[in-house]
T-cell receptor
């Protein structure tokens, strides 16, 4: 099935550093979402973006919906050990589709 | 609990066998979704229910896969004649309205040996 292009695939950082990850698509999306998944758990929604150009923050997390509607990025500032996990972007198509298309994920490791 | 509950947590079955995976959504949520997550991949959409009816089953890979939600609450994903390639984590999610606001369960890890 179709998936978004998410990069980087993995990141190893020191506690306190900032992190940036992004997603691109060949298709236009009307909604971009960012999730975090811990081992043995389902994805948990972090941020939802609804309009092209929208910039939204949730605590130390900031995400933007690209102007072309084909990309999005997620930034995490001042990382802490509990930020460890896999981060997924997801998008939904125009037309009210209930199908979410996910990226392959970015595995984040934070060294104390 | 108040979240989406999936049972069993783990299921090991032999190739060719039939399996059923259960999803108990959050009470009152009318929308229910099934996704499949293979190792190292993101979730892939399988099917979406609005109430009792399957509104979009375009993600079901073939006719060995079937899902029901007879009373608009609990859903069962059924896989016939399982193959080793069916091994994955099957995730269920429910929402009061749209996929954007869906909550995921912890998943059922299916292993076909």
């Amino acid at each position: 099935g179709q998936q978004l292009n998410q990069s980087p695939q993995s990141m190893f950082i020191q506690e306190g550093e900032d992190v940036s990850m992004n997603c691109t698509s060949s298709s236009i999306f009307n909604t971009w979402l960012w999730y975090k998944q811990d081992p043995g758990e389902g994805p948990v929604l972090l941020i939802a973006l609804y309009k092209a150009g929208e910039l939204t923050s949730n605590g130390r997390l900031t995400a933007q919906f690209g102007i072309t509607r084909k990309d999005s990025f997620l930034n995490i500032s001042a990382s802490i050990p509990s930020d460890v996990g896999i981060y997924f972007c997801a998008g939904s198509y125009q037309g009210g589709s209930e199908k979410l298309v996910f990226g392959k994920g970015t595995k984040l490791t934070v060294n104390p | 609990g108040a979240g989406v509950s999936q049972t069993p947590s783990n299921k090991v079955t032999e190739k060719g066998k039939y399996v059923e995976l259960r999803c108990d959504p959050i009470s009152g949520h009318t929308a229910l979704y099934w996704y499949r997550q293979s190792l190292g991949q993101g979730p892939e959409f399988l099917i979406y229910f609005q109430g009792t009816g399957a509104a979009d089953d375009s993600g079901l890979p073939n006719d060995r896969f079937f899902a029901v939600r007879p009373e608009g609450s609990v859903s069962t994903l059924k896989i016939q004649r399982t193959e080793r390639g069916d091994s994955a984590v099957y995730l269920c999610a429910s929402s009061p309205r749209t996929a954007v606001r869906a909550f995921f369960g912890q998943g059922t890890r299916l292993t076909v040996v």
